[in-house]
């Protein structure tokens, strides 16, 4: 369900909440700079950056992919048949699936994992 949520928009980022008047601020809560899309909770925040960065094979500047980038990774990811793809379609999902758990935690009070701060914070 995740996965389809992702691919189609429907995870309910701040901004989607905010503009259905059921949340207040529209700022991503993992940075707290910019407004939470899910193109911007998935590439473009400094959080999710370090996250693909520290993944290794996903160099790709996905800010200038624009919106379609999300479907695009999951299609790639899904349209692969070998048991080395199965590894890699694992690890794209439990990957987006992290960066969203981890924004839950954040969003419902808890800190980020390892101690990390919003920029911002002292």
């Known amino acids: 369900m995740f996965c389809w949520k992702l691919l189609w928009g429907r995870l309910p980022t701040r901004e989607m ?17 910019f407004t ?3 193109e911007h909770l998935f ?11 520290m993944l290794g094979k ?7 992919l624009g919106a379609s980038v999300s479907s ?4 790639m990811a899904w349209g692969r048949r070998s048991m080395s793809d199965d590894y890699i379609r694992a690890l794209v999902a439990t990957t987006y699936w992290g960066i969203w ?3 839950n ?3 419902f009070g808890e800190s ?3 101690g990390g701060m919003r920029s911002g914070e002292t």
């Not at 590439?43 to 960065?53: G, H, I, N, R």
């Not at 996903?58 to 200038?64: D, I, M, N």
């Not at 695009?72 to 299609?75: D, K, L, Q, S």
């Open 112 to 114: 980020l994992d390892g």
């Open 17 to 33: 909440l905010h503009a259905i008047r059921l949340g207040g601020d529209d700022r991503c809560c993992l940075c707290g700079l």
């Open 72 to 75: 695009e990774w999951i299609t």
């Open 58 to 64: 996903v160099q790709l500047e996905f800010a200038k």
């Open 101 to 103: 758990k981890q924004h």
């Open 36 to 38: 939470e899309t899910i």
């Open 105 to 107: 935690q954040v969003a």
């Open 43 to 53: 590439y473009a925040c400094q959080y999710s950056k370090e996250v693909w960065t």
